[in-house]
């Protein structure tokens, strides 16, 4: 079982910038693409951002293009999602996720695992 632990989340006013950091306990970790998808209050959890098992390639969701950006530090089994420009339909709680897909480049729907989130909220 793959565990997923989100951290970073947090209060910020608008146009600021937060950095999400999601570490995960599997030993393979940089075999496999990762993804930041988010839950607004009312609304259906959506894709955010994808990174490629090998760091090369990111996709994002139009509303989060050139704002936010994905990394991940294979040496630390983590990924981060750097938020910049912040406004308040950012406001949600954020999630990461992995799948078993080897060497995948990118992660959009098929999630098998996701950590438990954490709440980001903008203050207009």
């Known amino acids: 079982q793959v565990q997923l632990v989100e951290s970073g989340g947090g209060l910020v006013q608008a146009g600021g910038s937060l950095r999400l950091s999601c570490a995960a306990s599997r030993r393979t970790f940089r075999r496999y693409a990762m993804g930041w998808f988010r839950q607004a209050p009312g609304k259906e959890r959506e894709f955010v951002a994808s990174?490629?098992?090998?760091?090369?390639?990111?996709y994002y969701a139009d509303s989060v293009k050139n704002r936010f950006t994905i990394s991940r530090e294979n040496a630390k089994n983590t990924v981060y999602l750097q938020m910049n420009s912040l406004n308040a339909e950012d406001t949600a709680i954020y999630y990461c996720?992995?799948?078993?897909?080897?060497?995948?480049?990118?992660?959009?729907?098929?999630?098998?695992?996701w950590g438990k989130g954490t709440p980001v909220t903008v203050s207009s």
């Open positions: 990174i490629s098992w090998n760091g090369v390639t990111a």
């Open positions: 996720g992995t799948n078993d897909l080897l060497y995948g480049d990118r992660l959009y729907a098929e999630v098998a695992y």
